[in-house]
Structure formats: C-alpha cells, structure tokens
C-alpha cells in the first residue's frame, strides 16, 4: 500500500500539472498589451490545475474576501492582472521539463464535461453558474494527486473498473480521491461549499449540498450527452435527478449540457 499522508499531498499539490495548449494561449495574451482580464479568466476557468491555483490565491490571507471565492472567473478578476501573469508562468514553468507528468488520460476532458454539465443545472439549484463550473472542473482533483504520487498504482487501482473504485483507492493509497482532493482544497482556504462538492460528490445525494448536487448531475449529465467516458463510470441521469429532487426532464438537461460542450469545445465520443 502506498499511504498518502497530508504533507506528501501538499508537494504533490506543488508538482500539479498545466496543459500546455492553455499556458501557450495564456503566454499570448501575455504578450498581447491590449489583453483585459477577462480573456485571462476565460481559458483560465476551463484548466483545473490554473482554477485552482487562482483560487488558492484568491482565498489567502491577503486576499480573502467575507464568503470566500468559488469561482475561477470571479479570482481571477479580484487577483488582477500582474498576479496572474505571475501565476501563469510560475505554472508553466515545468513544462518546460523533458517528462513531465500530465496526469491521468481522461482527466482533463472530464473535469472539462463535468464543469460545463454542472453550469447548466446551476440556476436550477440556486448555485452560482460560475461556481458550478469551477467545482466541476476540480471535483477529481485528488485523483490527480494521487497520480502523481504513483502512476504505476493508481493505473493498477483504474484497471480494476469503476465498481469499488473507491474502496481500491483507499487500499492502495490510504487515502480515496475525494478525501484527497477535499483535504487540498480546504488547506487552501476554499469555501465550504466547494471543500463538500469536492468531497462528497460520490456520496448520498438527498442531503448533500446544492453545489455538490450540481457536480454530481454534471457527471451523469456530462455521460448522456456524450462525453468523454471517466474511469468512475457515472449513475443514470434520470435516476441521479430524482435523488436529487430536481424536477427537471433529463432530456433537457442533456440538450443544455450538448451546448455547453459546443460553447467550451468539448470532444465528444467518436469525434463528434
């Protein structure tokens, strides 16, 4: 068993990953002197790894605002425009490495799906568009950290399916990916809410947070509309909307999530 303990999990939080077609696009408009923030927050809202690290930001001391800040768009309008450029090549730095680690295969196209499934449902569950986006784009951010801690492991453990995905998790690791990514974002001062989506989006949904509600109805909305497949799996849409007491027809819901996934260019199953 590899045992993940709380301060092996903050250098992987360190060593986490930024794709290198968003630092390419984000150095552009670095050069570009007419670039406003908000072309900064637009490809910075669909990277989980750079949402994160602004919202890191965003949530510190310094920063810190009364509720705290869920939304990757809204940080990066608070931190400003030097500060993000500071941030975004501080991320970039590693790729400038021979190797570096990406993460898992499916990872950045669903946290991608997730997010812009979940925005759909946003006003329905009386949640921030913008703060479902962002929940859904980090909700398997620990699933990252821990492969990062082993690939070989944690391929081994993704190898077995997604039944039990969890308890496999926990016997190799110490640690399942919700916990480990929840155990992140708290230390990094995100809000409440956020921390519970984080964690708690595999778990019972009729009494879960609505921003945890938003992620998981992402995940099975984000399947039915043709995403990209998770190493999760993910439950009926129709069932996770009853469970969640959201009256909504699941063909809705999908038809929403397929122009989310054209607005944020999301691939589909057989390259539609």
């Not at 070989?152 to 399942?176: C, I, K, M, N, T």
């Not at 063909?251 to 397929?258: D, F, H, I, P, S």
Request: charged share 20%; with cysteine.
């Amino acid at each position: 068993m590899v045992v993940t303990t709380s301060a092996e999990l903050d250098e992987l939080v360190r060593r986490l990953p930024v794709r290198p077609s968003t630092a390419a696009r984000l150095f552009d408009l670095i050069d570009d002197p007419e670039a406003s923030l908000s072309q900064f927050a637009e490809i910075v809202e669909l990277d989980p790894v750079l949402s994160a690290r602004m919202l890191r930001l965003a949530n510190s001391a310094a920063y810190r605002s009364r509720g705290g800040v869920a939304s990757a768009t809204r940080a990066v309008m608070m931190l400003g425009s030097s500060a993000v450029q500071a941030i975004v090549a501080a991320a970039a730095f590693p790729l400038l490495s021979d190797g570096v680690d990406l993460g898992p295969d499916s990872f950045w196209a669903h946290a991608m799906e997730v997010g812009a499934a979940a925005s759909t449902v946003a006003p329905e569950l009386e949640v921030g568009v913008g703060d479902a986006f962002t929940a859904g784009l980090l909700h398997d951010i620990g699933a990252v950290l821990l492969h990062l801690r082993s690939a070989d492991a944690y391929a081994e453990v993704v190898e077995g399916g997604s039944d039990r995905l969890l308890e496999r998790e926990h016997q190799a690791f110490g640690v399942a990916h919700p916990a480990a990514g929840s155990q992140a974002v708290a230390k990094w001062g995100f809000p409440k809410a956020l921390v519970e989506a984080v964690r708690d989006h595999h778990l019972p949904l009729l009494g879960a947070s609505r921003l945890t509600k938003a992620v998981a109805i992402g995940e099975s909305a984000a399947a039915a509309a043709g995403g990209l497949s998770s190493h999760e799996g993910a439950r009926p849409l129709d069932e996770v909307l009853d469970e969640c007491r959201l009256w909504v027809k699941p063909a809705q819901v999908t038809k929403a999530t397929e122009k989310a996934f054209e607005r944020v260019g999301v691939r589909l199953r057989g390259g539609k």
